[in-house]
């Protein structure tokens, strides 16, 4: 029996969070949803929005189709109202979104109580107060270089095969291609940290798998919120900041993978109240 999440889960869990209304069931207004899918949709017009990319946070007003998760709870009726947790399907000349669930307003109090008139603020300030919460170092500080890792050529690179010989690896199509950032420490905001430098190991690539990472330049200055290597989950989908077990082998100390890893250093008094807010994550 799946267990029912809390409706702090389904936010972290939902990037695109709305009241709604339904205006039509088993119908779409998208034209990719052929249909045979159309008994598992409906349209909602959009009535104010919670939390979402910058890219949604113009829907309000608009219809927009919802495929429904299977067994996702009480059924909805034509004209009723619910707040919708979902995550982007399909754009095209409407909106089509994934529910993670939906639930009567009345029992959204958390999602209610966090609109706000900028939902895209909502998200982002989520965003950095999960990767807050689960830093292991979180520092100000000043780019002083950037270096190709000394083990680049080797680590992750090459293999000894059955007969002792050492053979290079293909390289994935995804390679990180890792850079370190060295990084002059103003001051530590979270966690130990002695030094007066710290080593970030980040991805250099514009991959699809890469392209969102912080990538670092000499001379930047801000706020680097910073984890141990931390490998993707064994089952489920890839998590935004992990790496395979294979690229764990060519990473080493602190790293720097989501968008939200790095702000700027104007942001420090608003990083220190979401730090001070935000529950801890045991990392191990």
């Given at each position: 029996m799946a267990t029912t999440k809390n409706e702090e889960e389904l936010i972290d869990e939902a990037r695109f969070v709305f009241k709604g209304s339904?205006?039509?069931?088993?119908?779409?207004?998208?034209?990719?949803?052929?249909?045979?899918d159309k008994s598992k949709t409906v349209i909602v017009r959009v009535d104010e929005i919670i939390q979402a990319p910058e890219a949604f946070a113009d829907q309000i007003g608009r219809d927009v189709t919802v495929k429904l998760r299977s067994g996702g709870g009480k059924k909805l009726k034509a004209g009723e109202s619910a707040v919708f947790y979902t995550n982007g399907w399909i754009m095209a000349e409407n909106l089509g979104v994934e529910e993670v669930a939906h639930r009567p307003i009345e029992a959204a109090t958390r999602a209610m109580s966090a609109a706000s008139a900028d939902p895209a603020r909502n998200l982002a300030e989520r965003d950095v107060q999960k990767r807050l919460s689960s830093a292991d170092v979180v520092i100000t500080g000043k780019v002083s270089s950037i270096r190709i890792p000394e083990d680049a050529q080797t680590r992750g690179m090459l293999s000894e095969s059955a007969d002792?010989?050492?053979?290079?690896?293909?390289?994935?199509?995804?390679?990180?291609?890792?850079?370190?950032?060295?990084?002059?420490?103003?001051?530590?905001?979270?966690?130990?940290?002695?030094?007066?430098?710290i080593v970030i190991r980040f991805p250099s690539s514009e991959d699809v798998r890469w392209y969102k990472a912080p990538k670092f330049v000499p001379g930047q200055e801000g706020i680097f919120i910073l984890h141990k290597t931390q490998e993707e989950p064994a089952t489920g989908k890839r998590a935004m900041g992990t790496v395979t077990s294979e690229e764990a082998e060519t990473t080493e100390a602190f790293t720097a993978l989501h968008p939200a890893d790095f702000q700027p250093l104007k942001k420090l008094t608003q990083v220190k109240t979401l730090m001070e807010a935000a529950p801890e994550t045991d990392n191990d």
């Open positions: 339904v205006q039509k069931l088993n119908a779409s207004n998208v034209a990719e949803v052929e249909a045979v002792g010989t050492t053979q290079h690896k293909p390289v994935s199509e995804h390679d990180p291609e890792w850079r370190e950032a060295v990084v002059e420490v103003a001051d530590v905001e979270k966690g130990p940290h002695a030094k007066k430098n």
